[in-house]
């Protein structure tokens, strides 16, 4: 009787006398007869249905799925019972690594058509159109990579820690991963946003959705530990290095100068989880460096070296990118604080609204200065605004989700969401930001996202000035 | 009560110790971390810093350089470093007065396009550094010092900066810094630097939050062009197929937008659309002449056909490297421009 003998002693073919029926072997019998009778008319009426819809939503784009008025007493998907309803499921550990639904298959990291022209220095947009909350899936996490990405070996790598000249830093230190992992750790949500995000949109409208216009963002919980505790450890010299050089140990060996400032407050981590498991390769596994409220191209991946240094290094992507153009023919250097922003995801471009009535519209607000304190939605160009609910927990440097009911007329209509974070400042329209700073910047693009909704359905990107 | 107050106390207890022991000197942590030795450093610590710290000892000429580059960057970055066909381009945009003033004039001109290395790059440190660490694209690493500094070299010489003749060394690299073009076009005087010194500075865009009745921003629109939708792939696929919108099927042909109103002649479409920002009539601008494009391509049985999609699609190779952005005109407009150009491009 024991488990033992059950599975040692019944060879596989064997074990076939006991195996169940297919589903469909289970309807059977005079009831269920009655149910399909009734099914069959009740489906006759759905397929018919359907097909109406389809032909009204060829019009509009809409891949509407209607529900349907019940005739022949009902709805067929309550009427006559789906195979899963009536039969075994799958066991446990089927997938050791589970996956998502089969039929999630459309939410998908994509990249831009023509952004770039190699897919080792490139980006993939995050799909925000299609994610709840607040925290990115790690599949789904935004990519940037400059010189290709790798999964490197954690029982290989090791994180360097030295001084640009010997007083800077008393001892330089080698960790391993092993050594790094028994320090004390801490876990925190973050948002990670690239500094050329929305940049396409800096002249006009460029692209069609929130996957590329927002997508190169996400947000996580990373765990790790605090890089002033080993540079602590290491000796450094925190009145003369205010600087310090972050290294990556990809081909590129990407560099970027984080200030002292940051590190200082405990934030800066030198992180190896990611939402409960280690980071993924694309994302910089087995260490990177999380920077909050920084720029996406600060928290460098593959993270092999820390220099603490008393000047800035500037390294290629603070001197040649990462450099915003101003009207006066200036580059900003070393621009890296993620200015408070927000956009509406749902609806959002490229969606299509299946009908009038009811709809949550629903988006997201961050700020790389602290936390969100309020966001507000107009759904008439700007004209008004009501504030939209923001939903706990709101955390610092971290998305926040907001939510605000809206009755959609049928009429067209301008979505629109703007941000204030806890330091006061205001997410800009796009005519005050160019006001500003022009429109050749490419990079910290913070202004208000517009979303036409159209009276067929359809959302459409839209700038007004 | 008493017993709590004893376990209350205890930690108290613990907690006075632990917060002096904290607040004199740093934690340690027994067992974790070894020393580096000098040669793991030097292995690792190979970046160059703007006053040059961490710059080895070598020397590399112009002419060494172009054999290199040649044999390795030519492939990517072009002969002249001018391609834009895998990377943006490295040279091309700087003048013999950039060179004298520190700023490149040219970054004022919105009507200049693109944006070469050269043009931004302030600091020779960062070509040096970044070639040595990343460069060739597919081989990083494998330059050796002198190679770096030929290299680097070849490519100030392509911009005009040092002549011929140059060999630039660890000697010379400061000196060879005072003529980088835009060596004085940088600034940090902004908040987005959480590094900057005092004064720390608010942040330039300042904006209010009117809630009712505000003015609203004109409604002279920038949408994407219908014939644009499908640009991205369908976006029906990109989009869960269930909740509260699905996606848009934008593999439907779009309506073809309605014809524009008829014009009086074609040159205000080419003001309309800024084609005579990059070609002229006769002869090359940044494109080629639009005369030259009509002689070359009006034997083709579809010259019509496929000089309207040119226009719309851009494309790069027919005349070079230089690409011509996708343009977004209704199809009617292009077909328009592209009969004129066929018929001579005659003013």
């Known amino acids: 009787m024991s488990s033992d003998n059950d599975s040692s002693s019944a060879p596989v073919t064997a074990s076939a006398g006991r195996l169940r029926r297919a589903p469909e072997g289970f309807v059977r019998g005079a009831d269920a007869g009655v149910v399909f009778r009734e099914a069959r008319q009740g ?88 994610l709840f909350g607040i925290v990115t899936p790690n599949g789904l996490h935004f990519e940037r990579h400059h010189q290709g990405w790798w999964d490197v070996d954690p029982s290989k790598h090791r994180l360097m820690v030295n001084g640009s000249d010997g007083a800077l830093l008393k001892s330089p230190k080698v960790f391993t991963m092993d050594e790094l992992m028994r320090l004390p750790a801490v876990s925190r949500f973050h948002f990670i946003e690239c500094g050329a995000n929305t940049g396409m949109e800096w002249g006009n409208v ?11 963002l996400s947000c996580a919980e990373f765990t790790g530990v605090p890089l002033n505790l080993v540079l602590e450890m290491c000796g450094a010299d925190f009145k003369r290095g205010r600087y310090v050089l972050a290294e990556g140990a990809d081909g590129s060996s990407m560099t970027r100068t984080i200030p002292m400032e940051l590190i200082e407050r405990g934030e800066v981590l030198l992180a190896y989880g990611c939402n409960g498991e280690m980071l993924r390769p ?50 900003r250097q070393y621009s890296s604080i993620q200015e408070c922003k927000s956009v509406v995801t749902t609806p959002s471009g490229g969606q299509v609204l299946l ?80 006001a500003v700073r022009g429109r050749r910047s490419i990079y910290h693009n913070n202004a208000i996202q517009s979303w036409l909704v159209t009276e067929s359905g359809e959302v459409r990107n839209v700038q007004l000035s | 009560m008493c017993s709590s107050r004893k376990v209350f106390a205890a930690w108290a207890v613990v907690l006075a110790l632990g917060t002096s022991c904290a607040g004199a000197q740093p934690r340690e942590f027994a067992g974790i971390g070894r020393a580096a030795t000098a040669s793991e450093i030097a292995a690792w610590d190979i970046d160059v810093r ?4 961490g710059l080895p000892k070598g020397r590399g000429s112009v002419a060494q350089g172009q054999d290199i580059w040649e044999a390795k960057c030519a492939s990517c970055h072009g002969v002249f470093g001018e391609s834009n066909e895998v990377f943006s381009p490295l040279v091309g945009g700087t003048t013999a007065e950039d060179v004298k003033t520190g700023r490149v004039a040219r970054l004022l ?82 908040a987005l630097w959480p590094g900057r010194t005092a004064p720390k500075a608010v942040p330039d865009v300042r904006a209010t939050a009117c809630r ?98 040119k226009i719309r699609s851009g494309g790069s190779g027919v005349w070079g490297d230089v690409p011509m952005p996708p343009q977004t005109l209704p199809e009617a407009d292009a077909r328009r421009i592209a009969q004129w150009i066929l018929d001579g491009a005659k003013p």
């Open chain 2, 50 to 53: 703007p006053d040059f710290k």
């Open chain 1, 355 to 434: 009908d009038k009535g009811f709809y949550n519209v629903s988006g997201l607000a961050w700020s790389g200065r602290g936390r969100i304190k309020r966001v507000d939605v107009s759904t008439d160009g700007g004209r008004n605004w009501r504030s939209a609910r923001l939903e706990a927990p709101v955390m610092s440097k971290c998305l926040a989700r907001f939510n605000l009911d809206w009755v959609w007329d049928g009429k067209p209509a301008i979505v629109q969401s703007r941000a204030i974070d806890e330091t006061g400042y205001v997410q800009p329209t796009y005519k005050q930001l160019r």
């Open chain 2, 109 to 190: 001109d919105p009507s200049f396009p693109g944006r070469t290395t050269l043009m931004k790059v302030p600091t020779l440190s960062t070509l040096w550094d970044y070639i040595h660490r990343a460069m060739p694209w597919n081989a990083p690493k494998s330059l050796t010092t002198d190679e770096v500094y030929a290299v680097t070299a070849f490519l100030l010489n392509l911009g005009g900066v040092v002549g011929d003749d140059y060999v630039l060394s660890d000697a010379n690299m400061a000196q060879t810094q005072a003529r980088l073009p835009n060596r004085n076009g940088m600034t940090t005087r902004h």
């Open chain 1, 43 to 130: 489906r006759r009426d759905f397929i018919r249905q359907a097909f109406a819809t389809a032909l009204a939503g060829a019009a509009g784009g809409a891949a509407a799925q209607s529900n349907p008025v019940p005739s022949a007493g009902g709805d067929p998907h309550i009427l006559q019972a789906p195979p899963h309803t009536l039969g075994l499921g799958q066991p446990v550990a089927t997938d050791g690594y589970g996956k998502p639904s089969t039929y999630e298959a459309n939410v998908q990291r994509r990249q831009s058509p023509g952004l770039t022209q190699t897919a080792q220095s490139s980006v993939s947009f995050a799909p925000l159109q299609s």
């Open chain 1, 206 to 216: 460029a692209v069609p959705t929130v996957q590329y216009t927002h997508g190169m």
């Open chain 2, 212 to 309: 009712v009745d505000c003015e609203a921003e004109p409604l002279h629109a920038s949408l994407l062009p219908d014939h644009a939708r499908g640009a991205h792939g369908n976006l029906a696929d990109q989009n869960r197929p269930v909740g509260a919108q699905h996606g848009a099927n934008t593999a439907v042909a779009a309506a073809v937008s309605a014809a524009s109103p008829a014009r009086a002649n074609v040159s205000a479409l080419l003001g309309q659309y800024a084609c005579t920002a990059c070609h002229r009539a006769e002869g090359k601008l940044v494109g080629p002449g639009l005369g030259d494009a009509g002689k070359r391509h009006r034997a083709r049985a579809d010259a019509l056909e496929y000089l309207t999609g």
């Open chain 1, 282 to 331: 694309e994302n910089g596994y087995p260490l990177r460096l999380v920077v909050p409220g920084v720029q996406g191209v600060s928290w460098v991946k593959y993270l092999r070296r820390i220099e603490v240094g008393d000047q800035p290094y500037a390294t290629k992507d603070e001197a040649i990118h990462y450099v915003d153009l101003m009207p006066d023919g200036r580059h």
